[in-house]
């Protein structure tokens, strides 16, 4: 870990506004500026006691010279060299433990210190985002099915139209698993494994490298990337322990990966690039808070699992805004291949978590819910997760490494898509349309549902 605490110091007025126009409550300038200012005065306490060490071991060594005659005031001198030099290794060990003390205290709370914020992004809370485009998408849909076009509702939700067709099984799941866990059958079940094909399919041809990872990683890798609870907030991942008996052994090493962004980021820990990096990677995010069962939360929009494709870049500081957009722009790209109406939102400060310097959600329109839903998320990071997990850049015709740029985004969350796609594609007899993009991947079927 590198983070630049001089730098944060000699900044801290700004970080300080910083946290406050991104909500982070647990950053407190103070606590840190006073850990951080103690560090330094036991440094140059302990300096001046090692000098002092030394020159008390110089005195005796020349006192205690074999060709030195001692007298009696010598030998005297000597005990109180002896003496002074017991006490100041007493009192150099005293401030040692008092200064990993405090180092300890300034490392934790500058790893509470958000990322800085791109000066285009809005201030304040979600309800300030502003709206980059707004695309709609009838005219494909027309050209794909005209039943589709032509319904004009009433608009069943994704759960009525689960229910009609046997896509989903919450109750059974919650018997098994709890509440918000979910079972998804026949066309469902196909429908998922057909997206998340589709999507990879989709980026690797972009030039993204596909990439399986681990569902389990390191509770000091989630928090490298910026996995924190806020003060207040409850913690969003399951921590996992060996079951020895009847009992867990509690040891919190171990989590169930949130994102597959996190063991993508961990995949480039302690490297070094000199080109950029882009992977792809399939992954079940596992939340231990699904949110209130409120008709907005309802069925697959929020859930505990869930399967999702996620892209993730490594690039020089110089074209990090750039790698931003390309993947914004993908993101559109794979929205307008299903023919979903979605708009794109610039995220103020207060939705940028720990580490993001700048974030873009996309949302779609979801009739049934008639309202807007988001299924996707491009954040740059710049060197937020790099210094943490020591991901290196070097600049062609630069022999010094420097911290890269990471930057991640949702090339596919399944659930919120699929809620999407059965919302916007039912028909008036209610069966669901397919999009053309996706039939090769559902074995040629055209349709969910049986003519009524």
């Known amino acids: 870990m590198r983070l630049d605490l001089r ?9 300080a506004r910083n946290a406050e126009q991104r909500n982070a409550a647990r950053v407190d300038v103070a606590a840190f500026t006073e850990a951080y200012d103690r560090r330094l005065s036991l440094d140059k306490t302990l300096n001046a006691l090692r000098a002092k060490r030394n020159e008390v071991s ?101 759960m009525a139209l689960g229910q009609r067709w046997d896509l989903f099984d919450f109750e059974t799941a919650a018997r098994v698993s709890g509440t918000s866990f979910y079972y998804l059958r026949r066309e469902a079940a196909l429908l998922e494994l057909a997206l998340i094909q589709w999507a990879v399919a989709r980026c690797v041809a972009r030039g993204f490298v596909p990439t399986m990872t681990p ?86 929009y929020r859930v505990h699992q869930f399967s999702k494709v996620e892209m993730f870049g490594v690039c020089g500081p110089e074209t990090s805004d750039a790698m931003l957009e390309e993947f914004r722009q993908l993101q559109e790209e794979l929205l307008d291949e299903l023919g979903l109406d979605y708009r794109v939102l610039d995220m103020p400060t207060e939705e940028l978590g720990a580490s993001a310097y700048r974030k873009y959600d996309i949302e779609a329109w979801m009739p049934g819910r008639n309202d807007w839903g988001e299924v996707t998320s491009t954040s740059n990071c710049t060197d937020y997760q790099a210094r943490r997990l020591d991901i290196r850049w070097r600049s062609q015709g630069s022999g010094k490494p420097i911290f890269a740029h990471t930057l991640n985004g949702t090339a596919c969350a399944i659930p919120r898509i699929m809620i999407a796609l059965l919302e916007t594609y039912q028909m008036a007899d209610g069966r669901i349309h397919l999009p053309a993009v996706l039939q090769p991947w559902m074995h040629g079927q055209t349709t969910i549902g049986q003519s009524s």
Not at 7 to 15: P, S
Not at 78 to 89: M, S
Not at 216 to 237: I, K, L, M, N, T
């Open 58 to 158: 110089r005195t005796m060594r020349k006192l205690m010279a074999p060709s030195a005659t001692q007298t009696t005031e010598q030998q005297a001198a000597v005990h109180d060299l002896e003496a002074q030099g017991r006490h100041i290794k007493d009192e150099m060990v005293r401030l040692e433990e008092e200064a990993r003390q405090a180092d300890a205290a300034v490392m934790s709370m500058a790893m509470r210190i958000p990322n800085d914020t791109h000066p285009d992004v809005p201030v304040g809370p979600e309800a300030n985002a502003r709206l980059v485009k707004t695309v709609r998408h009838g005219d494909r849909r027309r050209h794909e099915c005209e039943a589709v076009a032509s319904f004009t509702g009433p608009w069943q939700d994704h």
């Open 215 to 300: 569902d389990v990683v390191r509770v000091a890798v989630a928090d490298a990337c910026g996995f924190r609870p806020r003060d207040g907030e409850a913690s969003q991942s399951y921590g996992v322990a060996p079951m020895g008996g009847e009992r867990a052994h509690a040891s919190g090493a171990l989590c169930l990966s949130g994102t597959a962004e996190i063991p993508l980021a961990g995949l480039f820990a302690n490297s070094v690039h000199d080109k950029p990096q882009r992977v792809v990677a399939f992954g079940r995010c596992f939340r231990a808070e699904a949110g209130g069962r409120g008709r907005e939360n309802r069925g697959l």
């Open 7 to 15: 730098a944060m110091r000699e900044h801290i007025d700004r970080i």
